[in-house]
């Protein structure tokens, strides 16, 4: 929609924006799109999302074709809340594994994941194991959490994660919230054969376990 496309001006100007969508009072997710915004701006609009505590509720994508941002907006606590108590799940299961501990899983937070030339992405949460160190490592876990108009969105992300990370990304978990009635729908998806312990290949497809 015209009333979601902007062009980009500033950091703190489309902090401005985010804080008008948000201030609607509305529980849904929206969409924005800016036009003329590059992915060396991340630091510094992280910065202002951060200094007016908006940091938890935007995710970024970066399209370099486009030279463009689209910003998905979360408002309140439900999405950062049920991913953050199922990444707690996973962290204890993780720790309970003879041989492990909680140092053994390295937390991907607010970074962007990038495929040259193509898309920057930034996840909801993600993990992967300690010793996978780098600016450009990659995330063994993904999870992706959104209320329940928004499960085909969720879905395209798993595909994309999975497709685009080259195998590095094994499994990728969505969570639909749904509030009417208050439930949650959660699905694991991963490159086919690769729930088998294949090492993944070009020809291998997103498959949901």
Known sequence: MDENKFEYQSARELVKIIQRTIDTGSSEEYFLYF???????????????????LRTAVRFTFEYALDAAILRIMPG???????????????????????????????????????????????????????REGRDAWPSVMIEAGYSEVLEYLRLDAKWWLINSAGKIRFVIIVQVMTHPLALHIETWVLSPGHLGIEPTPDMVPFCE
């Open 77 to 131: 606590p439900v999405h950062s809340g049920v991913a953050s108590n199922l990444f707690q799940v996973i962290v204890a299961k993780n720790g309970s594994i003879p041989g492990h501990n909680s140092w053994s899983i390295r937390v991907f937070g607010a970074s962007l994941l990038q495929i040259p030339g193509v898309r920057s992405k930034e996840g909801h949460r993600a993990l992967g194991p300690a010793a």
């Open 35 to 53: 036009h003329g915004v590059a992915d060396s701006e991340f630091d510094v609009l992280e910065k202002e999302l951060r200094a007016v505590q």
